[in-house]
């Protein structure tokens, strides 16, 4: 029907996830392009940046134009017991670039399942997540990381929250040496800054990983922590998809949303993440729901100059005529070219900055050929 | 091959003689041209030098693989990457400066200069005072005595430059030192050779004491 070649990454990606989504039976989820701001200002800290766009409704309520897809899914489903509900959706997101400080429409596509969530349905996210990644390139990683590991470990040095959070931003960071001097500024023992230094340089492939936390699980909490995560790395292992997942707790997430698993995707030769989520069973919980819930987006806008190749000609003909020639000659002659595989520009005079393979110029009904670039 | 952003001068002529013997060495580095680029393809690495300021930017936005910026550069802008490792060069402190004989009245608005607006709001914010920024590019060290000013936030080395402008520092924000950083995506597909950099660059540092 179309040529694959004309579409742009992110657009080939749209249609490769959509199909990937669909065999695993999620459904699309199409969306109101509004919301109401309300749900925004409730859950605020959820959201990557605190701007919205808004704007007042016919009925005089305040509007947003959606910074985030995952609160109107959430809003929008159900408690139903002993039902997983999944649902796709690919949707324009507004949000403030951190560069420009201005909004910014980003295309996201993504994928929630929220109900009772058990270790099946967090495997069949995470591994779609890596699917994910493997229909957009060849290469890329995803690391997974623990937010009850984290937590617990965090929970063990009995810090303050103040001091939690400041630990936080360095394992964000992997920077060790920021710990370090938190610790020593905060009385944290030696042994105890050491436990995270170890989490913090605990990353890489599965296998090589596991063992070495099992070292510094010295709590229940940690333990059944611990239990969860290496049940699911077991299973993704199991399926093949050991060898591109690394564990990595430097995913710096809020802990008030997210509990259990989360992560991120990168491919090679995008600078930032490309996909990332976990599972939120907290935000659930603050938003007065039963059901637990895992989910991720694809920020399809990062892969824009993914593997971008410079085109070397705009059109393959330009096509010139003047008032002497019949409309109907012309049409005639473009639709030929058109037949022939060839796309054609057609002008009086030769517009600039166009990079064109052949130059035509059609005399009565004739086509001559003015210039060959090829 | 790795793509390591240095900041022009003398921390980043130290930086490349910390990676020179870490095996990374590229001799073209060393002659005196205008050149910025410098690249040795036997051993993987290229070099460029960019304004310290902008290591940051090259190394967020994935143009560097890894790259050395100052402790007040990332805390200022705070881009997304890795901070890998605290080299411990380039020491010195983020401070508040002030005339000898500045005494706080905390009845007004403290105004502020600065090159650090982030770095001095945030800290200001902390104390719950009430400041006005005002943002200026260089020679921060005029603005008290113009009477532009009441404080300044800036970068305080030996505090020489203050003395001889009858300035002094009055509170430490925050201890500054070069810092290796890494962009998040390379870390993930270079991670081997990144580490090793690191490793090898953690063997040289020197420590206070």
Redo the contacts between chains.
Sequence with gaps: MFNSNILKNEEKAVFALRSLYRKYGYAPFKMSKFEEYDLYVRNKDFLVSDSVITFTGMNGKLLALKPDVTLSIVKNTKDLPDTVQKVYYNENVYRVSKNTHEFKEIMQTGLECIGNIDVYNIFEVISLAAKSLEAISD?Y?L?LSHIGIVSAVLDSIGCSRETGKKILTCIG??????IEKICSENDISAEDCEKIVSLVGTY?KIEKVLPSLRAICDTPELSAALAEFESICSLLVSSGLGERI?IDF?IATDMRYYNGVVFQG????????VLSGGQYDNLMKKMGRKSGAIGFAVYLDTLERLNLVEKKYDVDCILLYDETVQAADLAGAVNKLVAEGRNVMVQKTLPENIKYRQLLKINGKEVDELENND | MINVALPKGRLGEKVYDMFEKSGYECPSIKEVNRKLIFENEEAGVRYFWVKPSDVAIYV???AADIGVAGKDILLEYAP???????LNLGKCRMAVAAKKDFRDNTENTLRVATKFTNIAKDYYSKKGRDIDIIKLNGSIEIAPILGLSDVIVDIVETGKTLLENDLEPKETIVPISARLIA????F??K?EQIENIKNSLKAQVKTDD
Excluded: A, I, W
């Design positions: 290469s990683v690391d960071e992997k920077n060790q040496s920021g890489g690394n430097s990168f491919v090679e030769n995008v600078p930032t993440g | 967020e936005r994935g997304d990457v890795y901070e890998l490792l605290d962009n998040k995506s390379s993930k597909f991670m």
